[in-house]
Structure formats: C-alpha cells, structure tokens
C-alpha cells in the first residue's frame, strides 16, 4: 500500500528560523510534489520533483530516492510562511492512485 | 496562463440540496481528478477521468456524481445521499505520457447548514 508520512505534524518557530519539514514515503514514486495551503483553503503547487534538488526564493525541497524521503526547507522564515505543507506522491502510470497525500504540517512562524 | 479554475471559493448549502462544484483547466491535460479534504486527514480521491466521457471512482464515491463531456471541465455533484458533505474539494489535473505533472486547482470550501 502507498503510503506518505510528513513530520512534524504542528511546527511552531520565531520569524527568522530555519524551518524543516519531512517527508518519507513507503513506495517508490515517480515524482514527490510540495503543495501550501493558506487558511481558508487555497492549495498552491510549490515543487515538483522526482530527484535532486529545487531551489525557489527562500523554499528549498530535496529529494533523496533511495531513501524514500523528502525534505522541505524554508529558510529566513517570515510569518506570511505561516500555512499548512502538504507532501504527495505520484505513482508511475498515474491512475487511481496516482496521488497518495500526507496528512500535512501545519506551520506557524510567530513574529 | 494555463491552470486550473475552481469555483466558488466558499460554498453554503442546505442540507438536503444538491451542489455542483465546478472544476475547469486549459492545460488539455487528459486526466483530470477530485478529491476531498477533511481535518487532520490527508486528501483522498472522490472521483477521476482520464479520458472524456468516461470516469472511475475513487476511495470516497458514495453520494458524488462527475460527469466529462468536455475535455476541459470536470464538474462534481455533492448529492443529498453524502452524509457528511461539508468539506475542502480540491481538482487536478495531470499531464499523460512522461514525467506525471499535476496542476491543481485552489479548492473550494463547501459548508452544508
């Protein structure tokens, strides 16, 4: 069965950290996907990646394969980071089960 | 620039009624898929499409109808027959063939009263 765990599930920092946010997943995927969403609800598509490592402004998501794991970084953190990090994985041939979501971790950066 | 829009942002309903979220993309992505969101859960498929005119169910199905006349448009019914309907839907799309890129939509925030 796929499955995809994130950790920590609530984080809570002072503006200025460096914010790390893990996830490992059970199966081996085809790509990992990083996704915010804001209270209220709306979901924002951050990265896409299936190696390596991704650099966007102050987000940076890497990827290690042969571990099943994932990790988000969010450096010189802002309270206008405050959201909740979704983490997903797709499967190859997509389908049914293309997507297996983790729970989330909510982030709260306090000023 | 190509996406996905979803609307409305924030739905209210009466209990009883039936509700049609909307869900269109300009991406000309085949598969196209819904899902539903509840707190502390993670985000599970209600229904997909990979193809028009032909849809699959999901994890969560029962009390949901799709349709898919068009590529671009994947509307979902929230029928009376869903028990607890109040919740996060969220669509997405995906591109066939290669390196399997989602585009998802912001969702919409159903609140049954």
């Known amino acids: 069965?796929?499955?995809?765990?994130?950790?920590?599930?609530?984080?809570?920092?002072?503006e200025?950290?460096?914010?790390?946010?893990?996830?490992?997943?059970?199966?081996?995927?085809?790509?990992?996907h990083w996704l915010?969403?804001?209270?209220?609800?709306?979901?924002?598509?951050l990265f896409m990646l299936s190696s390596g490592k991704k650099k966007h402004g102050r987000l940076?998501?890497?990827?290690?394969?042969?571990?099943?794991?994932?990790s988000l970084h969010?450096?010189?953190?802002?309270?206008?980071?405050s959201a909740v990090y979704i983490c997903a994985g797709s499967y190859s041939g997509g389908g049914a089960d293309g997507l297996t979501f983790g729970k989330g971790t909510h982030l709260i950066i306090q000023p | 620039d190509g996406g996905i829009t979803q609307s409305p942002k924030y739905l209210f309903r009466k209990e009883g009624q039936n509700v049609t979220?909307?869900?269109?993309?300009?991406?000309?992505?085949?598969?196209?898929?819904?899902?539903?969101?509840?707190?502390?859960?993670?985000?599970?498929?209600?229904?997909?499409?990979?193809?028009?005119?032909?849809?699959?169910?999901?994890?969560?199905?029962?009390?949901y109808s799709v349709s898919r006349e068009k590529k671009e448009s994947f509307p979902l019914t929230v029928t009376s027959a869903q028990k607890n309907p109040t919740?996060?839907?969220?669509?997405?799309?995906?591109?066939?063939?290669?390196?399997?890129?989602?585009?998802?939509?912001?969702?919409?925030?159903?609140?049954?009263?």
Request: proline share 4%; charged share 15%.
């Open chain 1, 74 to 81: 969010i450096t010189a953190s802002h309270p206008r980071d």
């Open chain 1, 60 to 70: 940076i998501a890497t990827i290690n394969i042969q571990e099943k794991h994932s």
């Open chain 1, 1 to 14: 069965k796929n499955e995809v765990e994130q950790s920590p599930q609530n984080l809570t920092a002072q």
């Open chain 1, 16 to 32: 200025g950290e460096f914010i790390t946010i893990n996830c490992s997943y059970s199966v081996g995927i085809s790509a990992l």
């Open chain 2, 21 to 63: 979220l909307s869900c269109e993309q300009n991406l000309n992505h085949d598969a196209m898929y819904w899902y539903r969101q509840d707190p502390g859960q993670g985000l599970r498929l209600i229904y997909y499409s990979q193809i028009v005119n032909d849809f699959q169910k999901g994890d969560i199905a029962e009390g």
């Open chain 1, 36 to 45: 915010q969403q804001h209270p209220g609800g709306g979901i924002v598509s």
């Open chain 2, 87 to 113: 919740a996060f839907y969220l669509c997405a799309s995906r591109e066939t063939g290669g390196l399997p890129g989602y585009t998802f939509g912001s969702g919409t925030r159903l609140t049954v009263v």
